[in-house]
């Protein structure tokens, strides 16, 4: 891989870090909101779907770890 293409897939890995830092910031204040509910509130219908978007956002957080692996993967 040249030089133009290493530079290019460095700055992808940058967007794709700060993306990641994004989401992880949400999940971890959807987490603090859910954590903050009481327990009969965390099983009714909107702690159901605020689980539902820390489950997303968990696997979100873990498939942008899996592009910077790929991406430091090509870049080598």
């Not at 994004?22 to 509910?37: F, G, K, S, W």
């Not at 702690?47 to 979100?60: C, H, N, T, V, Y």
Request: overall charge negative; hydrophobic content about 35%.
């Amino acid at each position: 891989m040249n030089k133009v293409r290493r530079k290019e897939i460095s700055k992808a890995m940058e967007l794709v870090g700060q993306l990641k830092d994004t989401i992880q910031n949400v999940l971890d204040d959807e987490q603090d909101a859910y954590n903050n509910l009481a327990e009969n509130l965390q099983e009714g219908e909107n702690g159901q779907k605020m689980q539902a978007a820390i489950d997303a956002l968990e696997s979100a957080v873990s498939s942008a770890e899996e592009i910077e692996s790929y991406l430091e993967e090509a870049s080598q």
